[in-house]
């Protein structure tokens, strides 16, 4: 498989597949949700079931036009209700895809949290990955976490990067470069995180992780710009190329990619991890297209 | 005073000053350095104290042309001794600034921060402030810290308010706007940094930070662009129009400027904060540009 390095070769990807990853939408009423699960059944890559409030529908499409036969409605007017089915649904085999309507975050959590009905291993953890696609960058970028997990410990941490792995080797990626991003390459066990770091260094050296090169820390010049990262002089395995950045907290994850939302053009999509299938996880805010990336993200992942 | 936008207006301002600055650059011998030393000196903004080990220099333009009365070498071949001079000078009024130069950096902090000869007042912090210019930011972007302070406390974050609130009125920005930058706009104390933002703000409602506008816990969104932000409904005296950003840690401050940097054609300049008089220290690995308007700043702020 030829790695995949934009959002437009992942949708030619699982459109070439031609199979349907099979999506419950917890109450999928508001437009935007609508409109990239309606893109994602055009394009040929999903089935949807829309389990909600169908009278608090905010979509005309869907009453318009000659209904699909990939979208099925579930009418559960109780939004708990619906998102309690959603998962059982995917539990149980039902569907692939779980994916977040307009539904509070929290309310969603604890249903996905549920020891006995929820879709949480034990001895795994919840977290967030992110891929990034950036006018000026070479690849996609996948990054974690800028959402869940505020300060991961050591441990956590390897959980991140093992499941970073997983993603990136579904994108084709064979030998994924994993950068642990800091403030500096300077390592100095006294900064936070910094211990972290090299003890996960060494267990890389020591072939813990497999066949995939990791460095750090490496601040975003070392990783992600050959140019400014040479004068560092600092030599890297991944100088300029890194494929994950792995960072210190989710303040800086998410200031990062917010950043770059901004004022780079950059588009982004993003699953939870952790989860025994994959979980679509946007803000009511996102585009319909950053929530269409999401769920193909959720496709390939699946 | 119209308030400086960009780098370009403040060059300009400074020119249309007609005084120059006195900078003291300890080991002036890179090329980077000396560039934008002549620069300044060619643009009639400052006048230049070049303390080092003159056989080192890099750069042949010092002795091809004719010298400028406005820069002054004194030749120190060790450059512990040198960096201790070239804060003598600036301590004793000799000088305005004091520029690094091919230094390491902790020889430079310890000569700042000596308690005896040094610059920094009792009950001051050292800290950083940058400033980004963006092209597509309708204005400069103040922030802080990306590089001294690891995790500012309370009081800490305080005194880089009140810090950035000086440096912006020096841009002629009279009512500033401070975002304390957060990955949610949701204030829960149980989040780290969290509760300081809450005290701040109530601080700030209380007129402790004069005239000035501060609002928190804020994401980049609600910070920096009126669109995204608005989508989330989150009133915002600021939103999308901060003037500075104080970041939750140095961690989130530095991957969100070289983000920009690598990514989105940003520019920046940045200075030391809390010492009596302004300190340009930029690495190595900047370009002359860069070092230029860290001139610049540190002249306007002077």
Same mark, same amino acid.
Not at 133 to 159: C, G, N, T, W
């Given at each position: +498989?030829?790695?995949? &390095?934009?959002?437009? !070769?992942?949708?030619?990807? /699982?459109? &070439?597949?031609?199979?349907?990853?099979?999506?419950?939408?917890?109450?999928?009423?508001?437009?935007?949700?609508?409109?990239?699960?309606?893109?994602?059944?055009?394009?040929?890559?999903?089935?949807?079931?829309?389990?909600?409030?169908?009278?608090?529908?905010?979509?005309?499409? @869907?009453? !318009?036009?000659?209904? &699909?036969?990939?979208?099925?409605?579930?009418?559960?007017?109780? =939004?708990?209700?619906?998102?309690?089915?959603?998962?059982?649904?995917?539990?149980?085999?039902?569907?692939?895809?779980?994916?977040?309507?307009? =539904?509070?975050?929290?309310? /969603?959590?604890?249903?996905?949290?549920?020891? !006995?009905?929820?879709?949480?291993?034990?001895?795994?953890?919840?977290?967030?990955?992110?891929?990034?696609?950036?006018?000026?960058?070479?690849?996609?970028?996948?990054?974690?976490?800028?959402?869940?997990?505020?300060?991961?410990? =050591?441990?956590?941490?390897?959980?991140?990067?093992?499941?970073?792995?997983?993603?990136?080797?579904?994108?084709?990626? !064979?030998?994924?470069?994993?950068? /642990?991003?800091?403030?500096?390459?300077?390592?100095?066990?006294?900064?936070?995180?910094?211990?972290?770091?090299?003890?996960? +260094?060494?267990?890389?050296?020591?072939?813990?992780?497999?066949?995939?090169?990791?460095?750090?820390?490496?601040?975003?010049?070392?990783?992600?710009?050959?140019?400014?990262?040479?004068?560092?002089?600092?030599?890297?395995? @991944?100088?300029?190329?890194?494929?994950?950045?792995?960072?210190?907290?989710?303040?800086?994850?998410?200031?990062?990619?917010?950043?770059? +939302?901004?004022?780079?053009?950059?588009?982004?999509?993003?699953?939870?991890?952790?989860?025994?299938?994959?979980?679509?996880?946007?803000?009511?805010?996102?585009?319909?297209?950053?929530?269409?990336?999401?769920?193909? +993200?959720?496709? =390939?992942?699946?």
């Amino acid at each position: +498989m030829k790695s995949i &390095s934009s959002f437009a !070769e992942l949708t030619m990807h /699982l459109s &070439s597949l031609n199979s349907r990853e099979r999506i419950a939408v917890a109450n999928a009423v508001d437009l935007h949700t609508l409109d990239a699960i309606f893109h994602a059944v055009e394009t040929g890559i999903a089935e949807a079931f829309l389990i909600g409030d169908v009278a608090s529908i905010e979509s005309p499409r @869907l009453f !318009e036009q000659e209904p &699909s036969p990939y979208i099925h409605i579930i009418d559960i007017p109780e =939004v708990e209700q619906a998102t309690v089915e959603a998962v059982r649904m995917v539990k149980s085999g039902e569907a692939d895809i779980l994916m977040k309507g307009l =539904v509070n975050t929290d309310v /969603l959590l604890r249903a996905i949290l549920d020891k !006995e009905k929820g879709l949480l291993p034990a001895g795994n953890i919840l977290s967030f990955c992110g891929a990034l696609e950036i006018p000026k960058y070479h690849k996609l970028l996948f990054f974690a976490d800028p959402a869940v997990i505020p300060s991961p410990s =050591v441990e956590q941490r390897i959980m991140l990067i093992k499941y970073s792995i997983e993603t990136t080797r579904k994108f084709g990626i !064979e030998k994924p470069k994993i950068a /642990l991003v800091h403030a500096t390459e300077k390592p100095n066990p006294k900064i936070r995180y910094m211990q972290d770091y090299m003890d996960i +260094m060494e267990k890389w050296r020591a072939g813990e992780f497999g066949d995939v090169i990791i460095d750090g820390p490496l601040d975003i010049f070392l990783a992600l710009d050959r140019e400014r990262g040479s004068i560092k002089n600092v030599p890297s395995p @991944l100088l300029g190329d890194a494929d994950v950045l792995i960072f210190p907290n989710f303040e800086s994850a998410n200031a990062f990619y917010k950043g770059l +939302m901004v004022f780079a053009g950059a588009e982004m999509s993003g699953i939870l991890q952790g989860t025994s299938k994959p979980v679509v996880l946007t803000s009511r805010s996102e585009s319909v297209e950053s929530k269409f990336y999401s769920i193909a +993200m959720a496709c =390939v992942i699946s």
